[in-house]
């Protein structure tokens, strides 16, 4: 029983794969039309008909009936469905298609891997983008020059000119607009002592774009007290500027310059904090000490000394004060000119130079130089030749 189940699966297979009902061939028929010299297509009045997904039993081989009767009540029920899933699977449109696309894949390689003997297949003419390349189908000659373009070159300095014109056309008609959005400058009263940087590449993406930097002087604080200022300038160390006495700090930590300001902001705040000599705070109010330890309000960093030797005087040179001109030294030089004067050594005035006069002075001083003079030979050489 087991032998003949098996056998009937396996032929149940082979009935699956076979070809759909589109590769049946219909003969066309034809109807002549009165009015037209090419015939109509009708439809074939007795069509072939088309498999069904039913089960039958004559579509067995005698062989598989024989088997088929052997099997039990269930097992022919098993087979009878498998037999009408896989028809119903086949009958789909789906499946058509693929199928379909299958069997053209299939001739258009054994068409170029096995070419009909006999035809001629035309020969695609190597060009210069498709020099060098194994494959030629789909490509072919390159197109010929009809002297109706201008080179890249040209190209790019028209895309140049045009992108000229646009600025220009910017500047003309839009950037005069632009004045009624103006404002009057106000420079920063003495409450604004943050001065920020900014770092812009007129809208093109930079990593250096977010960086911002402030800078502010201790000494415009009206809260602290000349103690106060010391501590702080200690506490800024390196970035304290004795020269210019401004502490400059900069920050490219985050990814906008919003963020980084914000930072330098709440850092410039928590150093005036830190700077400033205060009480101890109540315990339940906020404080800004970042440590577990209290606060000693009488630590003034007194006993720390002030360490500039980050920064390197740059020696200036000047004009000496010897140089320079006095009322003592003008009355001196204007004396010694009047003596010079007197004394009859006083300059001559400048006279005007006469090009041509020296140009004819110096020809009529020039020696004639004597023309050189071939040498003849004697009548009494020329007789012996």
């Known amino acids: 029983m087991a032998s003949a189940a098996q056998g009937l699966k396996r032929k149940a ?9 589109s590769f049946i061939y219909r003969p066309p028929c034809y109807i002549s039309r009165p009015f037209s010299l090419s015939p109509q297509y009708q439809d074939d009045p007795n069509p072939s008909p088309l498999p069904t997904s039913e089960f039958s039993l004559s579509s067995l081989t005698p062989k598989a009936q024989e088997q088929y009767k052997l099997l039990s009540l269930d097992d022919r029920e098993a087979f009878q469905r498998a037999y009408e899933a896989r028809e119903q699977h086949f009958s789909l449109p789906e499946t058509e298609d693929r199928l379909n696309n299958v069997v053209a894949k299939a001739v258009s390689e054994v068409i170029r891997d096995w070419p009909i003997s006999g035809v001629e297949q035309p020969k695609i003419k190597q060009g210069f983008i498709n020099m060098g390349e194994t494959d030629l189908e789909g490509t072919g000659e390159d197109d010929e020059m009809d002297n109706d373009d201008i080179t890249s070159i040209a190209h790019g300095e028209l895309e140049q000119h045009r992108e000229m014109r646009q600025y220009a056309r910017i500047a003309a008609w839009e950037m005069p607009l632009l004045s009624k959005l103006s404002t009057p400058f106000q420079p920063p009263t003495d409450e604004q002592i943050l001065r920020f940087r900014y770092t812009t590449y007129m809208g093109e993406q930079h990593p250096a774009e977010k960086k911002v930097v402030v800078q502010f002087s201790p000494l415009d604080l009206p809260s602290l007290t000349p ?3 010391r501590k702080l300038v200690k506490l800024a160390g390196v970035r304290y500027n004795p020269e210019t006495q401004v502490i400059k700090m900069s920050c490219e930590m985050f990814e906008t310059q919003a963020q980084n300001k914000r930072y330098l902001g709440d850092l410039v705040d928590t150093l005036i904090h830190e700077a400033q000599v205060l009480p101890l705070p109540p315990p339940h109010a906020p404080s800004y000490n970042t440590t577990n330890r209290p606060q000693d309000p009488s630590d003034t960093f007194e006993d720390i000394p002030l360490d500039f030797r980050h920064h390197k005087l740059k020696s200036k040179p000047k004009f000496p004060l010897e140089w320079r001109m006095t009322p003592e030294r003008q009355a001196q030089r204007e004396a010694l000119k009047a003596l010079k004067v007197e ?6 005035p ?7 006069k020296l140009i004819e002075k110096a020809l009529s001083e020039v020696v004639p130089i004597p023309r050189p003079v071939m040498a003849t030979q004697s009548a009494g050489k020329l007789r012996r030749r």
């Open 227 to 229: 103690i106060q200022v």
């Open 13 to 21: 297979r082979t009935f699956g794969f076979r070809l759909p009902a």
């Open 350 to 356: 400048a006279e005007v130079v006469d090009g041509v």
């Open 343 to 348: 004394g009859g050594s006083a300059a001559k």
